[in-house]
């Protein structure tokens, strides 16, 4: 292979811009991370961030609310047919932790109704070793189960303006990346591998975007895609650096 130039044999000055750019870069990123964290925790409608957020972001997220399954399948059948239309209809509304023990439906306040025909089989105490394991009895108890999702994908625009300017501008650091890498002292089958998870990390997640639209389980691509980009573009930043300022090693 031809010799290219080394880094660590420019002048000081140089070598100090490349410093300061590789920092900015670095602020870069991390401002990327806590966007994802503000834009796109949450976005399954559940706090914190987890795999349904990207499947929320990329894939939209549709689930009806167990308490309502259960209900629409006729169980339990022994619920009187009003106190299951009127559970049906509060679980449908948009009230749910309002309505639950609202005083002013008296009898027919939801709380009411699930202690009647529920709490016999679904509480911490009962007899029923499976419905124990549901346990219906506080308002936190019933809204884990008791929530409809409907999370819509970003837009079509929103993703192909997002992959226009992530597209370009993340592919033309790493091709940068990988040149720089070219003129550091390591450039054997290990800076190789780093690399091409380098690439293969952009490939999957800004790829796994538009694939995730139709299978929502490839939104673990983007997670895995994105978590690979980000580390190697950490540890190639790293290998720069350390190029830049560790002694000069004797040409092999
Ligand atoms: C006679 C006992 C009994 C009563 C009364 C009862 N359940 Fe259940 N429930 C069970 C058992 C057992 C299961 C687990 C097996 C199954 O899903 O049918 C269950 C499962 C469930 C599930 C989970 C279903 C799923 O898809 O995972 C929900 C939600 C539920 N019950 C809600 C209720 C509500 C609401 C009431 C009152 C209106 C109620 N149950 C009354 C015994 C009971």
């Not at 796109?40 to 399954?69: E, F, N």
């Not at 509480?123 to 419905?131: E, H, K, L, P, V």
């Not at 002292?185 to 790829?207: E, K, P, S």
């Amino acid at each position: 292979m031809t010799d290219f130039p080394r880094l660590r044999s420019l002048g000081t000055l140089h070598r100090l811009a490349l410093t300061l750019l590789c920092l900015v870069l670095a602020g870069g990123f991390a401002a990327s991370a806590s966007y994802l964290q503000i834009k796109v925790s949450g976005r399954d409608q559940v706090k914190g961030m987890s795999l349904d957020d990207v499947k929320g972001t990329y894939h939209g997220i549709r689930t009806r609310a167990p308490l309502l399954m259960a209900l629409e399948r006729n169980h339990p059948e022994t619920l009187p047919a009003k106190d299951r239309e009127t559970l049906i209809k509060w679980l449908n509304g948009s009230r749910i932790t309002e309505d639950y023990d609202n005083p002013d439906l008296g009898d027919d306040a939801p709380a009411e109704i699930i202690a009647r025909n529920c709490v016999s089989c679904h509480g911490r105490n009962s007899q029923d070793a499976q419905g124990r394991k549901l346990p219906l009895e506080f308002l936190d108890d019933v809204r884990a189960v008791a929530v409809s999702r409907d999370v819509s994908p970003n837009p079509v625009e929103a993703v192909v303006a997002s992959t226009h300017a992530h597209a370009v501008s993340l592919a033309t650091l790493s091709m940068l990346l990988c040149l720089l890498m070219a003129c550091t002292r390591w450039r054997g089958g290990f800076t190789g591998l780093v690399l091409a998870v380098h690439g293969l990390g952009l490939v999957c997640d800004i790829g796994g975007w538009w694939l995730t639209r139709h299978h929502a389980d490839l939104a673990a691509l983007i997670v895995a895609g994105g978590v690979a980009y980000f580390a190697t573009s950490g540890l190639l930043m790293l290998m720069v650096l350390a190029e830049l300022w560790l002694p000069a090693r004797d040409k092999a």
